[in-house]
C-alpha cells in the first residue's frame, strides 16, 4: 500500500512541476519576469505558495530551452538577447525557412497541407482569445509542421532551437494593442498560397512574416519595465 501511494505521488509531482513551469513561460511572456534578471527559487516559490523544489525543478525545465540560465547560489537568470542576436536569429531562420517553404510547396500534397489548416485558425483564436502561451505554442506547431513536410529531421530541429533563442518577452502590451491578430492571420494566407502552388508567393509571405516577427520583438523589447505583480499557478493547462 505505501509503493501504491508513493507512486500516486509521482505523477501529481510531475503535474505541479509541469504547472509551475508553464506559469513561469506565461511570466516571460507577459513581461512579468525581464531578461537579465535574477529569480531565486525560494523567492518565486513563495509567490507560488508552494515549496521550492518543483519550481527550482520547472526552472531547470526553462533552462534546458535556452529560456534562463543557473547562477550559482542566486538563482536563474531570465535569458538576454540582444538586438544583434535578433538580427542574426532572424537571417538564419529566413536563409532557411524562405526556401524550404517554396520547396515545401511544390512537394506537398493539398491533403498535407490542409493537415495544418486547424493550427492556422488556432494561431488566429489564440490571439483573439489573448491566450499568447496557446498563440506561442500553435506557431510553433504549425511552422515546424510545414518545414517538417520538406522531410530534412535535422532541418527542423535547428528552425526550432533558432525560435528558442529567439523567444517573444513581454508581448502583454502588443495583444492588448490588437497588434498580434495580423500577424496570425498571415499563417492563412501563407497556408492559402502554398496550397494554389504559387511557390513565389508562399517564399514572399514567408520573407514578410520574419520581418513582421522581428518588428513586433522590436516593439515587446521597448516595452516599459512594470513592477512584477505576485506570481500564481492559475488554471491555465501544463
Given amino acids: 500500500m505505501g509503493q501504491l501511494k508513493q507512486d500516486d505521488l509521482i505523477p501529481a509531482q510531475e503535474r505541479l512541476r509541469d504547472r509551475v513551469a508553464h506559469a513561469l513561460r506565461a511570466a516571460l511572456v ?26 527550482r525543478e520547472a526552472m531547470l525545465d526553462l533552462a534546458r530551452e535556452g529560456l534562463v540560465e543557473p547562477v550559482r547560489n542566486k538563482g536563474f537568470r531570465i535569458t538576454e538577447v540582444s538586438e544583434r542576436d535578433l538580427d542574426q536569429y532572424t ?3 529566413a536563409l532557411i525557412e524562405v526556401p524550404t517553404i517554396g520547396r515545401v510547396t511544390r512537394s ?32 510553433r506547431r504549425f511552422h515546424l509542421g510545414l518545414l517538417a513536410l520538406a522531410g530534412n529531421d535535422r532541418l527542423v530541429e535547428t528552425v526550432g532551437d533558432l525560435r528558442k533563442r529567439s523567444r517573444l518577452y513581454g ?14 492571420e498571415e499563417h492563412i494566407e501563407l497556408l492559402d498560397l502554398m496550397l494554389s502552388g504559387d511557390a513565389a ?3 514572399a509571405c514567408m520573407a ?5 516577427v522581428r518588428s513586433l520583438w522590436a516593439a515587446a523589447r521597448d516595452e516599459p519595465v512594470e ?12
Fill in 201 to 203: 508567393a508562399a517564399e
Fill in 108 to 139: 506537398a500534397t493539398a491533403g498535407q497541407l490542409e493537415e495544418l489548416r486547424p493550427l492556422a485558425e488556432e494561431i488566429v483564436a489564440r490571439a483573439r482569445d489573448h491566450d499568447l502561451i496557446g498563440y506561442l505554442d500553435a506557431d
Fill in 30 to 55: 507577459a513581461g512579468e519576469l525581464r531578461p537579465g534578471s535574477v529569480y531565486s527559487a525560494p523567492v518565486l516559490a513563495a509567490d507560488f505558495g508552494i515549496s521550492a523544489t518543483p519550481v
Fill in 208 to 212: 514578410r512574416h520574419l520581418g513582421h
Fill in 227 to 238: 513592477p512584477r505583480s505576485r506570481l500564481t499557478l492559475g488554471a491555465g493547462r501544463p
Fill in 91 to 93: 537571417e538564419l531562420r
Fill in 171 to 184: 508581448l502583454r502590451g502588443l495583444d492588448e494593442q490588437g497588434r498580434l491578430i495580423s500577424s496570425a
